[in-house]
């Protein structure tokens, strides 16, 4: 049989023992959720793992995998996410392995004051995410006739073709001040956000001006929908696309 070692998933702050639903998803290959109790309030959420399959050298041979990698990925955040009704989870990173439970459990009594610094700062509370992008207008297509020579036809292409551009540059000067004053207005209902750089954000279907979480009471996450919902309709008159994702165990909140 296979050395193991203990895959932790999450922290979890609670009144009382969480459950751990029968038929928790987990990650492939290591065994069913269980609950290692740190105190009377925190349990880490852990499975064993053996370590023939991800022990450091095992991991290391197939993280260019990445259809594999996002499996695990998958499996990892179901997991955490099932315990998002609790006061508050503190999300370990994906591939965090101990050599034994009680080599984790150390780890985590050791570093008790941090802990629970952080779980006094997401305790009942969610994350959301807010994405806005530039809306991409598709060219509309010059109407063919008969009698039309040639080279007018081309000039009305060009034309066209440059009065998007131009727009797509007064929409983008617009943006900074759209973008600062919704960050804003959100952040001002909640208690963190953070904004990542742009030069982090990727583009999916046009220019991506906003890439943000917000820390959001669990009181006050369905206003917070409603707000979001108003400036995605303001902002869609003016070119943008606004996405809300959520809600989320305190992801990005758990770090310094």
């Given amino acids: 049989m296979p050395a ?18 029968p038929r928790a998803a987990r990650m492939p290959g290591i065994g069913p959720v269980r609950l290692l109790e740190v105190d009377r309030r925190l349990w880490l959420a852990v499975s064993d793992a053996p370590l023939n399959r991800y022990g450091e050298k095992a991991l290391n041979s197939r993280l260019s995998d ?20 609790e006061r508050a989870i503190l999300p370990m990173k994906l591939f965090t392995i101990f050599t034994s439970e009680e080599r984790a459990l150390d780890q985590v009594r050791g570093d008790k004051r941090r802990v629970e610094d952080v779980v006094k700062r997401v305790a009942n509370h969610l994350e959301w995410g807010v ?16 009698s039309a020579p040639a080279k007018a036809s081309g000039a009305s292409y060009l034309a066209t073709k440059k009065a998007q551009r131009d727009r797509s540059a007064e929409l983008a000067g617009r943006a900074q001040k759209a973008i600062v ?16 750089a742009v030069s982090e954000m990727p583009i999916d279907g046009g220019p991506l001006l906003l890439d943000a979480a917000f820390l959001v ?8 929908r409603a707000v979001v919902a108003t400036e995605a309709r303001r902002l869609s008159r003016a070119g943008y696309h606004l996405s809300l994702t959520g809600p989320w165990p305190p992801y990005t909140f758990v770090k310094d």
Avoid at 181 to 196: I, M, T
Wanted: charged residues 30%; proline residues 5%; aromatic residues 8%.
């Fill in 131 to 146: 994405r806005v992008t530039l809306v991409r207008r598709p060219l509309k297509p010059v109407a063919k006739r008969a």
């Fill in 66 to 85: 990445l259809d594999w990698v996002s499996r695990a990925a998958i499996a990892h955040e179901a997991v955490v996410e099932s315990f998002i009704h």
């Fill in 4 to 21: 193991t070692g203990t895959y932790v998933y999450c922290l979890i702050s609670a009144e009382r023992r969480p459950t751990v639903r």
């Fill in 181 to 196: 004053a919704l960050y804003d207005r959100l952040s001002a209902r909640s208690r963190l956000a953070r904004r990542r």
């Fill in 217 to 224: 009471p669990r009181s006050r996450g369905t206003r917070f």
